[in-house]
């Protein structure tokens, strides 16, 4: 069991893992899978009593991070805006001039992140400053 969902708890996000070479693509940011052909999964939903999931549920600290939690929060902030910003994506030929709207490449949002890593590895502080 991967997870589960309840009336405190009603949604949940399940990463898959093990894709065969040429199934998936690499993302931007490094951490999670943008497949550029589909993938194939297969979930299965069983509804249960709450004490019966409660022992099926492994036990949430068994799995320690190595990673810090503000590490790990701007590894998610950055994959959320990339996945944002990426839902917008227009190539140059689909778009039409409004002097009104400005457009970033994704290219500038993933040098902006490279720097932001970069800064984080030799001083996880530097954004106090």
Partial sequence: MLGFITNEKPSAIF???G???GEGGAH???????PQAPSVAQVGVSI????L???QTPVSTSAVSSVDSFTQFTQKMLESL???TSSFALS????????SEMFVPASSILKWYENFQRRMMQNPNFWKT
């Fill in 15 to 17: 990463k898959i893992s």
């Fill in 48 to 51: 249960e009593s709450l004490d």
């Fill in 19 to 21: 894709l065969k070479a």
């Fill in 28 to 34: 931007p940011f490094g951490m999670m899978g943008v």
């Fill in 82 to 84: 990339y996945n944002f």
């Fill in 92 to 99: 140059q030929s689909q778009m039409t001039p409004n002097p």
């Fill in 53 to 55: 999931l409660a022992q």
